[in-house]
């Protein structure tokens, strides 16, 4: 059997379908007497746009769409930009006249500052890629979690923020 450690390469899976593709960012085990168990959190690899900040030539774009520029910065990660199954939104493919990237500031920092000038809001898919859509009001959910409702037999959910993008290295 492989030891689940820090770093492991990892895929989540709900109802056979891949949720999420990343790595064990955090395992604690318990055992007792009574009981074993073990605590596990898979971050995606989203997680790295946090943790990096920019290191593209040039430091400014001039003329540049949201995902080019996206796309120029997180390319060195092995990350996308893109759209949601809707396509770029009305809009949202508009150039900027000029972006600076400031010493410093987070891969993702300069795409949320980009998207809210466009009014998208930024997403990840199963791979960990950079999704931006735009809500209009017409969604419908492709899952749902209730309180109290057990999702999976022998679950536990545990819902707490950590910091846990304070304690990732790369």
């Not at 960012?25 to 007497?33: D, G, I």
């Not at 990350?79 to 809707?86: A, C, I």
């Not at 600076?100 to 990840?124: P, Q």
Request: no cysteine; proline share 5%; glycine share 10%.
């Amino acid at each position: 059997a492989q030891a689940i450690v820090v770093g492991t390469p990892a895929q989540v899976l709900l109802g056979g379908v891949q949720v999420l593709d990343g790595f064990v960012s955090m395992r604690q085990a318990v055992l007792t007497p009574e009981a074993h168990g073990v605590l596990i959190r898979i971050s995606s690899h989203t997680i790295s746009t946090v943790n990096s900040t920019v290191t593209t030539s040039p430091g400014q774009f001039k003329n540049y769409t949201i995902s080019s520029i996206a796309n120029s910065i997180l390319s060195p990660l092995g990350l996308t930009f893109k759209y949601g199954s809707d396509g770029a939104p009305s809009g949202a493919e508009n150039p900027f006249e000029r972006v600076s990237l400031l010493v410093g500031e987070g891969l993702h920092d300069v795409i949320a500052r980009l998207a809210r000038m466009r009014n998208l809001f930024l997403t990840d898919d199963p791979q960990g890629n950079i999704v931006a859509s735009r809500a209009t009001g017409s969604e419908t959910s492709v899952a749902q979690l209730t309180e109290g409702k057990q999702p999976f037999k022998g679950g536990v959910a545990i819902l707490r923020n950590d910091s846990i993008f304070s304690q990732h290295r790369l």
